[in-house]
């Protein structure tokens, strides 16, 4: 069964650093892994999608890495702002077809 | 774009009281709806999974006689608390995936349902 683990659970950072979270999954046999970003109340908007032949994406000041064989994802966030403040999850999908199996999420505060 | 709204963005009910939530996929036709559940600070648990005009599949776990599940059709997909009581409290969140206008596989979240049973 898969499982995935975000580390660490909560971050605070000042303004202005850029910062990594990371994402652990057990079964390396997936087919996409995503991150999220929830705001407290809200749903969930997509961040970046990285497929399993991929090794990073990027969104602006969002960079996503993927190491399939380590079983391992890292989402950069450079020069962070107090509007990046929420709580961040990836998730992994086996395969096409198949549901994601979330992390327990990364809860970032960005004080200003 | 395509996107998932539900309906209603919140809802509070007097115990054993049953409720409906409702999830449509807009612009695109969702050929399966997933049903999670999050707990303040925790992160989403699948609840169940819907394929149209079939039964749905439920986690381990979750009851299915408590939270009944419909998708009649391509574009609609219902979640009924039944029996509500104070601990089914929580943020309901659906997610529909299809092929969006460009023909491609996706999944798509919709804001979620905030539930309170007093």
């Known amino acids: 069964k898969q499982e995935v683990t975000q580390i660490p659970a909560a971050l605070s950072v000042p303004e202005g650093e850029n910062l990594v979270l990371n994402c652990s999954f057990t079964?390396?046999?997936?087919?996409?892994l995503q991150w999220f970003r929830q705001d407290p109340g809200k749903g969930l908007t997509s961040l970046l999608l990285i497929q399993s032949s991929q090794r990073e994406q990027t969104s602006g000041r969002l960079n996503a890495s993927l190491d399939k064989s380590s079983g391992r994802s890292t989402l950069y966030i450079a020069a962070s702002q107090p509007g990046d403040s929420a709580t961040y999850l990836c998730?992994?999908?086996?395969?096409?077809?198949?549901?994601?199996?979330f992390g327990g999420g990364t809860r970032l505060m960005v004080k200003p | 774009g395509a996107v998932v709204s539900q309906h209603p963005s919140r809802v509070i009910c007097k115990s054993g009281t049953s409720v409906k939530i409702e999830c449509r996929s807009l612009?695109?036709?969702?050929?399966?709806m997933f049903w999670y559940r999050q707990f303040p600070k925790q992160s989403l648990m699948l609840m169940a999974t819907?394929?149209?005009?079939?039964?749905?599949?439920?986690e381990q776990g979750v009851e299915k006689d408590k939270f009944l599940i419909n998708h009649a059709s391509l574009t609609l997909s219902t979640l009924t608390v039944t029996s509500a009581h104070p601990e089914d409290s929580s943020f309901y969140i659906c997610?529909?995936?299809?092929?969006?206008?460009?023909?491609?596989?996706?999944?798509?979240f919709g804001p979620g349902t905030r539930l309170t049973v007093l």
């Open positions: 997610s529909a995936r299809g092929r969006n206008q460009q023909g491609r596989d996706t999944q798509y």
């Open positions: 819907s394929n149209e005009g079939s039964k749905a599949t439920y």
């Open positions: 998730a992994v999908k086996k395969n096409a077809g198949n549901m994601l199996t």
């Open positions: 612009d695109f036709q969702a050929t399966t």
């Open positions: 079964d390396s046999a997936i087919y996409n």
